[in-house]
């Protein structure tokens, strides 16, 4: 039923290993015992129903939660306690559900600070600009110019303050910042939510691409299913914190239990028994 | 109408102002980054001119150490404030973290008692004393050089802060904090620094300041009038910071001169609510109003 990647013909080791992590807030479980491998070179997609755990896995991931048990590891070394800057540092690059620039900066000012983490001048070298920081910037400049914002098609807003873009817009600079941290895994929290049918179709194109010409892994959480569907090798089920399905798309969508969770199991005296108990909460209440 | 006394008064006023707009700049620096009301500003700043007149006068170093010493003096005090009283109150309701500089305030005015006694006491003179003319208008030397110092000290600050990718990283961090930190940002680490040189440019600026008023326990109280710039021109905005000093440096001028020296600070408040009134977030600040 799973295929797991490590038995994949390529057989590399995984790039990103989630272990048996669990969260709790006070006595709730965000999370529970969930975990995956993310094999390099791969898209793989978290999905699930709202509430299902998936931001928190995320933020697991990135640092900003620390799980109450389990490992995460990345490129064979336990991040589990490693401060987030520090994870940035070791090619760990994410975008966020609601849109996180920094406002009353121009795009490439947003997309410059991306590599914030890379960069070793000093506050003397800045203020002379001389020698580290001139090289730095010059080379800063050449990469996230030619590459980065060409390869996005954002060139003609480049100077633009990003709080007067257009949503899809936005989307893409914050995927463009992400870049340019120059991640080996991107985590892209739902990176078309809200977009039109044209801007998610340019936006699956870039991350089909960011995989193809970068050599980047991505790992998404993603509602629209066509587009998970279409883009991933690896889907992975999410519901109420608990791993409940893993493997390629085809296998995820006949599976039942992920049927369930979606659409409830089909049965009516089901149905008729979870809207009773919704309807006795509310009395309740 | 003498024009030349009102040049004569409009320059000093502005003078003045720069000591505002230094002391404005010190307090917009933490609340840009931290989101912190740190209202002990003025007693930070008092500090400040203590150590100074330590390392000057009780310890008769010259000049050139004693300066230095004072502003990294303090510049420890605003990293060991911010280490064991302002972090560990992160995520906690800003009234909480206000009240905290509030008590801060009266901690430090205790200590200053306590170190050096409340009587008032003069700093060293190190500024030159020939009267300085403008035209025909007559400025004070201290006044004058204080004000020069201000604008050196302030357009430096500005440019390391625009240059230099610690004060990038200190904006990137004021506008969104979570995303800064998962760029590579260490924000803890910027938190410490804008309290740092928050408190160094208050150090300076308490030097300048008592060695025109000389020092006491009270001096603080420089404090209040730089909230009212701060909130007249925006607590996150550092032009307001800058165009708010000189602007109530103007009307305290103006007020003292052709009102009288007891409607100084009324007239200062006076602005203060008028300004209120029409734009709620400042001058120049970002609006959206918070609730203290």
Same mark, same amino acid.
């Given at each position: 039923m799973?295929?797991?990647?490590?038995?994949?013909p390529?057989a590399?080791p995984?790039?990103l290993q989630?272990?048996?992590?669990?969260?709790s807030?006070g006595g709730?479980?965000a999370l529970?015992g969930?975990?995956f491998?993310v094999?390099?070179g791969?898209i793989t997609?978290?999905?699930?129903?709202n509430?299902?755990?998936?931001?928190?896995?995320f933020?697991?991931i990135s640092?900003f939660?620390?799980p109450?048990s389990g490992?995460v590891r990345?490129?064979?070394q336990d991040i589990?306690?490693?401060?987030?800057?520090q994870r940035?540092?070791?090619?760990l690059?994410?975008s966020?559900?609601?849109?996180a620039?920094?406002r009353?900066?121009?795009?490439?000012d947003?997309?410059k600070?991306g590599?914030?983490?890379?960069l070793?001048?000093?506050?003397?070298?800045a203020l002379?600009?001389?020698?580290r920081?001139r090289?730095?910037e010059?080379?800063l400049r050449a990469?996230?110019e030619?590459?980065i914002?060409?390869?996005?098609?954002?060139?003609?807003?480049?100077?633009?303050?990003?709080?007067a873009l257009?949503?899809g817009l936005q989307?893409?600079?914050e995927?463009?910042?992400?870049?340019?941290?120059?991640?080996?895994?991107l985590l892209?929290d739902e990176p078309v939510?809200?977009?039109?049918?044209e801007?998610?179709?340019?936006?699956a194109?870039f991350?089909?691409?960011?995989?193809?010409?970068?050599?980047i892994t991505?790992?998404?959480?993603?509602h629209?299913m066509?587009m998970?569907?279409?883009?991933?090798?690896h889907?992975i089920?999410?519901n109420f914190?608990?791993?409940i399905?893993?493997g390629?798309?085809?296998a995820?969508?006949?599976d039942?239990?992920?049927?369930?969770?979606?659409?409830?199991?089909?049965?009516?005296g089901?149905l008729r028994r979870?809207l009773?108990?919704?309807?006795t909460?509310?009395?309740v209440? | 109408m003498?024009?030349?006394?009102?040049?004569e008064?409009?320059?000093?006023?502005?003078?003045?102002?720069g000591l505002?707009?230094?002391?404005?700049l010190?307090?917009?620096?933490?609340? @840009?980054?931290?989101?912190?009301v740190?209202i002990?500003i003025g007693?930070m700043?008092m500090v400040?001119?203590?150590l100074?007149?330590?390392?000057?006068?009780?310890f008769?170093?010259?000049l050139?150490i004693a300066i230095?010493?004072a502003?990294?003096?303090?510049?420890l005090?605003g990293?060991?404030?911010?280490?064991?009283?302002?972090?560990?109150?992160l995520g906690?309701p800003?009234?909480?973290?206000?009240?905290?500089?509030?008590?801060?305030a009266?901690?430090l005015?205790g200590?200053?008692e306590?170190i050096w006694?409340?009587?008032q006491?003069?700093?060293?003179?190190f500024?030159?004393?020939?009267p300085?003319?403008v035209g025909e *208008?007559f400025?004070?030397?201290?006044v004058?050089?204080?004000?020069?110092?201000?604008v050196?000290?302030?357009?430096?600050?500005?440019?390391?802060?625009r240059?230099w990718?610690?004060?990038?990283a200190?904006?990137a961090t004021?506008?969104?904090? *979570?995303?800064?930190?998962?760029?590579?940002?260490?924000?803890?680490?910027v938190?410490?620094?804008?309290?740092v040189v928050? *408190?160094?440019i208050a150090?300076v600026?308490?030097i300048?300041?008592?060695s025109?008023g000389?020092?006491s326990?009270?001096?603080?109280?420089?404090?209040?009038?730089?909230?009212v710039?701060?909130?007249v021109g925006?607590l996150d905005s550092?032009?307001?910071a800058l165009v708010?000093?000189l602007f109530?440096?103007?009307?305290?001028?103006? *007020?003292?001169?052709?009102?009288?020296?007891?409607? @100084?600070l009324?007239?200062t408040f006076i602005v203060l609510v008028l300004?209120?009134?029409?734009r709620p977030?400042g001058l120049f600040?970002?609006?959206?109003i918070e609730?203290?």
């Amino acid at each position: 039923m799973v295929t797991h990647p490590q038995s994949s013909p390529t057989a590399a080791p995984p790039l990103l290993q989630v272990d048996g992590v669990t969260l709790s807030f006070g006595g709730v479980h965000a999370l529970s015992g969930v975990g995956f491998d993310v094999a390099p070179g791969s898209i793989t997609a978290v999905i699930g129903p709202n509430g299902a755990g998936k931001t928190s896995l995320f933020n697991t991931i990135s640092g900003f939660y620390r799980p109450t048990s389990g490992h995460v590891r990345f490129k064979g070394q336990d991040i589990t306690r490693l401060p987030t800057p520090q994870r940035a540092k070791l090619g760990l690059g994410r975008s966020f559900q609601n849109i996180a620039l920094f406002r009353g900066m121009t795009v490439l000012d947003n997309i410059k600070l991306g590599r914030h983490a890379h960069l070793k001048s000093n506050v003397l070298d800045a203020l002379f600009y001389l020698g580290r920081a001139r090289r730095e910037e010059a080379a800063l400049r050449a990469d996230i110019e030619e590459r980065i914002i060409d390869f996005l098609e954002i060139d003609h807003i480049r100077h633009a303050p990003v709080s007067a873009l257009p949503y899809g817009l936005q989307k893409r600079v914050e995927m463009a910042r992400a870049l340019a941290m120059q991640p080996e895994i991107l985590l892209l929290d739902e990176p078309v939510a809200g977009m039109n049918r044209e801007e998610t179709e340019d936006m699956a194109r870039f991350i089909l691409d960011v995989r193809e010409e970068w050599g980047i892994t991505v790992l998404m959480v993603e509602h629209d299913m066509g587009m998970v569907m279409d883009l991933s090798d690896h889907v992975i089920v999410l519901n109420f914190g608990q791993v409940i399905a893993q493997g390629t798309p085809a296998a995820v969508q006949g599976d039942p239990e992920v049927i369930r969770a979606y659409l409830g199991s089909g049965d009516v005296g089901d149905l008729r028994r979870k809207l009773h108990a919704s309807t006795t909460t509310q009395g309740v209440l | 109408m003498d024009w030349a006394y009102l040049f004569e008064i409009s320059l000093t006023g502005l003078a003045s102002g720069g000591l505002y707009a230094l002391a404005a700049l010190a307090f917009v620096m933490v609340y @840009k980054a931290t989101r912190v009301v740190n209202i002990a500003i003025g007693e930070m700043l008092m500090v400040g001119a203590y150590l100074f007149f330590t390392f000057s006068a009780t310890f008769a170093f010259p000049l050139w150490i004693a300066i230095p010493a004072a502003v990294l003096g303090t510049g420890l005090l605003g990293a060991v404030i911010e280490r064991t009283m302002i972090r560990p109150l992160l995520g906690e309701p800003p009234i909480s973290v206000f009240m905290v500089t509030v008590g801060l305030a009266s901690v430090l005015v205790g200590l200053v008692e306590m170190i050096w006694t409340a009587d008032q006491r003069r700093l060293p003179e190190f500024m030159p004393n020939t009267p300085v003319m403008v035209g025909e *208008a007559f400025l004070a030397p201290k006044v004058f050089y204080g004000a020069l110092i201000a604008v050196v000290l302030i357009a430096a600050v500005l440019l390391v802060f625009r240059f230099w990718r610690g004060g990038v990283a200190l904006r990137a961090t004021a506008a969104d904090p *979570a995303a800064a930190y998962s760029m590579g940002i260490n924000v803890p680490r910027v938190f410490s620094l804008a309290w740092v040189v928050s *408190a160094m440019i208050a150090a300076v600026s308490g030097i300048i300041v008592g060695s025109i008023g000389g020092i006491s326990s009270s001096m603080g109280v420089f404090g209040l009038s730089v909230l009212v710039v701060v909130i007249v021109g925006g607590l996150d905005s550092v032009l307001g910071a800058l165009v708010g000093g000189l602007f109530i440096g103007l009307v305290e001028a103006m *007020a003292s001169t052709y009102l009288g020296g007891e409607y @100084k600070l009324l007239a200062t408040f006076i602005v203060l609510v008028l300004v209120l009134m029409i734009r709620p977030y400042g001058l120049f600040g970002t609006h959206e109003i918070e609730r203290l």
